[in-house]
Structures are given as C-alpha cells and as structure tokens.
C-alpha cells in the first residue's frame, strides 16, 4: 500500500482549498491522455495532429494538478493504486519531479521496476520535462549501481538528445541489457560517428534488443552493411519494434537490393504486408497504382494504407479510410471478424488519385 493523504507534507507549503471531484478528474484524464499519447506515437507513421490535440488536452489537465500542489497526492495515489499502468506511473513520476519531492520520486522508482511497460510511463514523465529541470537526477542516475535508474539516465538523454560524451562508450558495456540497448540507441541518434567500430562489435550481444538498437544504430550513421541481416530478421520477426527495423534496412541497403528483397517477402502470405508496408518506405510515389490494387486485398489493405499515408502525408486530410472493414465488403468482414483496423476504401483512393494527378503521372 502507498503512502497516501498521511503522506507529510512540505515544510512551509500553504494549504489549499481543492474541488475533490475536479482534481480527482484531473489524475484521471491526464493518465488517460498520457497513455493515448503514448499508443499514438507507436503507429507507424503517427498522425502528428492527432497527437498534437491530445498533448494540448493533457497539459490543461496536468495545470489543475499543478494548482492543487500537494494536495493532488491522494488522487494520484489511488489512480494507480486502482489502474497501476503506465499513464498512472507517467503521472505519479511527473508530479514528484514537478514537486522536487525526493521521497514521491523514490516512490516512483520503485513502482517503475515493477514492469518494463510501466516504464514507458517514467520515462514519458522525464521527457514532458524540460532538460534542465531533470539534469541533477539524470546525473545522479547515470552512473548509479542501480541498474533500472541507469537505464532511467540513459532514456532521459535519449528523448532529450542529451549527449553523455565519454561515458556512453562505458554505458556499452553495462551489465544490463536494458541500459546498453538504450545507449546504442542514444549513439545512433546523436550520430555518434566515433562509436561505430564499439557498435558493430555489439552485433554479437546476446541480447536481441541491444542487438538490434546497435545495428539500427549503424544504420542512423550511414554504416549499416553488416547490420543489414540483424534489420530484416527483426522486422520479419513481427515484434514491436518491427517497423522500426523495416525502415533501418530499407534505409541501410540500396533501392535495388532492397526491391528485391521486398520481392521476396511478397510471395509469402506471411510476409507479404511487411513488403507492402516497406513500400510505402522507398519514397516513390509512382507506386500508388499499385498500392491501390493490394488495398483490395484484406490481407494487405492496412499495410497499404500505412505506405499511402508515408508517400502522401496530404492523405490523411481525406476520408480515405474506416476503422470498420466490414463497410468496405463481405470479404473484409470474413477477414477481420470483430477486429478493428483502420483500411483505406480503395476505389475512394482511387478517385483521390485521380483528382490530384498522382494516377496521371504515374
């Protein structure tokens, strides 16, 4: 059981006059936000604007709690005692760094071990906050024995793109699969150049996602040859990060043996939306025509949909797409039974097409 409304307050703060109600709403819909923010941004591509009008909802709701001070504790504190998941956590890290309540963050910390998706919600929490208002626990944490705050360092330096200079060599080596995978990472997004001949050698890790943010890592920084293989064995693996992979082979392999290797995975059902998919990914436009075609597949329309929405952004502006396949014909009803995926109506598309010229230049 969590400290809750014994918990002592701070010396000297003043005590405030709240609306139960509202502030227990606050706790509620800023956790919620969070953690739709967070689902929006794993869709590959995320829509920007959708994320963006949930941010805006998300920070009203996080101003009433800041207005409540100390006296939101109990609500946060029920909210992930009711649901302790990673919106809950993103809001109980939050508000113990808002606060520089060392003991709140303690707290955090420990409920932050207790799953490695809870965790997301800590590390959302170091990065809704500006550089400089988490910079003493992040250099406290990066070269702390404990090993779940290190990874905590490392991901506040990756979302902020802080650079960690010689110590992220060191953090390559880290005992912990967790906090080297995150280095790796950190590397390939600072374009740390003077780290690759460290990178290829972790290539050999025998952890697989340190092994994939290496070679993905190679492949932000222009070296990606020898990575090539770990890429497309995780993108055809189908794990979450399996988008992520696509585009670092598609990136790290030139436009014709990358053709072919999509070629390949078309002429299996199992990996023919990956192909699909990593179409979009080429930055050719002259491929909608045929991107049309695989749309009236139900086993390939939503991997269609995610390469149109790549090669033409302007898409997402038109009413292109369901979210019930069932409205586009029997076939997608027999395919998807109850489950909801966002397909885009190919004849509409179509026509989209047309009206813009994209079918004309093609």
């Known amino acids: 059981m969590l400290a809750a409304t014994g918990y002592p307050k701070s010396e000297g703060a003043p005590e405030?006059?709240?609306?139960?109600?509202?502030?227990?709403?606050?706790?509620e819909q800023a956790a919620f936000f969070w953690a739709q923010r967070d689902t929006l941004m794993m869709d590959d591509p995320p829509d920007l604007h959708v994320v963006a009008g949930v941010d805006s909802r998300l920070e009203a709701n996080l101003d009433g709690l800041r207005i409540a001070g100390q006296a939101a504790w109990p609500f946060i504190v029920a909210a992930y005692e009711d649901f302790p998941e990673k919106g809950e956590l993103f809001l109980y890290a939050w508000l113990a760094i808002e606060q520089n309540d060392g003991l709140r963050v303690s707290e955090a910390v420990e409920l932050g071990?207790?799953?490695?998706?809870?965790?997301?919600?800590?590390?959302?929490?170091?990065?809704w906050h500006k550089p400089g208002t988490i910079a003493p626990l992040v250099r406290n944490w990066i070269g702390a024995q404990d090993a779940f705050k290190r990874f905590l360092g490392v991901s506040a330096c990756l979302e902020h793109g802080v650079d960690p200079k010689q110590m992220l060599a060191r953090l390559f080596r880290d005992p912990d699969a967790r906090v080297r995978a995150a280095s790796f990472r950190l590397a390939g997004k600072l374009r740390r150049a003077d780290l690759v001949k460290e990178l290829r050698a972790a290539l050999q890790d025998g952890e697989g996602q340190s092994r994939f943010w290496a070679a993905w890592a190679q492949a932000e920084l222009g070296s990606g040859d020898l990575a090539v293989p770990e890429l497309r064995k995780v993108a055809v693996g189908g794990g979450p990060d399996a988008m992520t992979a696509l585009r670092a082979a598609v990136r790290a392999s030139p436009d014709k043996d990358v053709r072919a290797w999509m070629g390949g995975l078309l002429k299996s059902p199992e990996t023919a939306p990956l192909a699909v998919r990593g179409a979009g990914m080429l930055g050719d436009r002259s491929l909608l025509h045929w991107l049309i075609h695989q749309m009236r597949n139900p086993a390939l329309a939503a991997a269609a949909g995610g390469a149109l929405l790549?090669?033409?952004?302007?898409?997402?502006?038109a009413d292109l797409f369901t979210t019930e396949p069932s409205q586009i014909g029997q076939d997608f009803e027999d395919h998807f039974g109850d489950k909801v995926a966002k397909v885009?109506?190919?004849?509409?598309?179509?026509?989209?097409?047309?009206?813009?010229?994209?079918l004309a230049a093609s």
Not at 113 to 127: I, M, N
Not at 310 to 317: G, M, S
């Open 344 to 358: 885009p109506f190919a004849d509409k598309v179509k026509a989209w097409g047309n009206t813009g010229g994209w």
């Open 113 to 127: 071990r207790r799953s490695e998706d809870d965790a997301r919600g800590w590390v959302g929490a170091l990065a």
């Open 16 to 27: 405030r006059r709240i609306v139960p109600d509202v502030v227990r709403q606050h706790a």
């Open 310 to 317: 790549e090669l033409f952004p302007e898409a997402r502006e």
